[in-house]
């Protein structure tokens, strides 16, 4: 997600540190995780419509992370925390077991293969959400990009996710929420592309034919 930096950010973000998650948080809702919110549409959509969970949402560009916090303080939304880092940085911030259901949303595809490290459905970052997850818990990945669906589906399927569904023209569910990517990818015609999988933890297999 591109944009100009925001003069602003910093210290708006140091003015709201109420938002901001961390492993000491006392909470007694189930949580959520959302890696790369962007400006927030979706975060903010699920976490009106669920009450029940505290939603964290991760971000690692500053300014946009700023932007999605602004909005989160102005609709004074009280079941959300915010992260800004690397998903790759989560573990410091994050207890392992604790998470209910983590979202991919529209995940930087980084087409480049010298990048391909940097995909969030590359082992690295799954061994990561792995740890962060409740054994069962579920992980929903949406995107436009064929090449990283497929990625997804192939590590999914390597390391024994079970996939729950796995749509390659995904029609909007009632309990699922447009993002701001999807609302552009959907008013071009572009086809969506959707995975919901589970994560049982002792049917985990070894990562030995994945594309590292
Ligand atoms: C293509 S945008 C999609 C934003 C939003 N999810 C949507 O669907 O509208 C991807 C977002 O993920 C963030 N991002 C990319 N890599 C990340 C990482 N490793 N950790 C956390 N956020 C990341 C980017 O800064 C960007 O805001």
Redesign the pocket.
């Known amino acids: 997600?591109r944009g100009r930096n925001k003069k602003w950010a910093k210290e708006f973000i140091l003015e709201h540190q109420e938002l901001i998650y961390n492993k000491n948080i006392i909470n007694d809702k189930s949580l959520t995780l959302?890696?790369?919110?962007?400006?927030?549409?979706?975060i903010i959509a699920n976490a009106k419509n669920n009450l029940d969970y505290l939603h964290i949402g991760?971000?690692?560009?500053e300014s946009?992370?700023a932007i999605a916090m602004k909005k989160i303080v102005n609709e004074n939304i009280a079941n959300i925390k915010l992260i800004n880092?690397?998903?790759?940085?989560?573990l410091e911030y994050v207890n392992e077991n604790s998470i209910s259901k983590i979202?991919?949303?529209?995940?930087?595809?980084w087409p480049q293969n010298g990048y391909r490290k940097?995909r969030?459905v590359h082992p690295l970052?799954l061994e990561i959400f792995e740890k962060l997850i409740i054994d069962g818990g579920m992980l929903y990945f949406?995107t436009d990009n064929l090449g990283l669906f497929e990625m997804g589906i192939r590590n999914f399927k390597i390391r024994n996710y079970e996939i729950l569904s796995e749509s390659y023209d995904y029609q909007l569910e009632n309990d699922d929420y447009m993002?701001?990517?999807?609302?552009?990818f959907r008013s071009l015609n572009m086809k969506i592309y959707r995975a919901v999988v589970k994560i049982n933890k002792e049917n985990l297999k070894s990562w030995n034919d994945a594309i590292k």
């Open positions: 997600m959302e890696v790369g919110i962007g400006k927030g549409d979706f991760v971000e690692i560009n946009i992370f880092c690397p998903a790759m940085n989560l979202y991919l949303n529209f995940s930087d595809p940097r969030l970052h949406k993002t701001e990517y999807e609302n552009k």
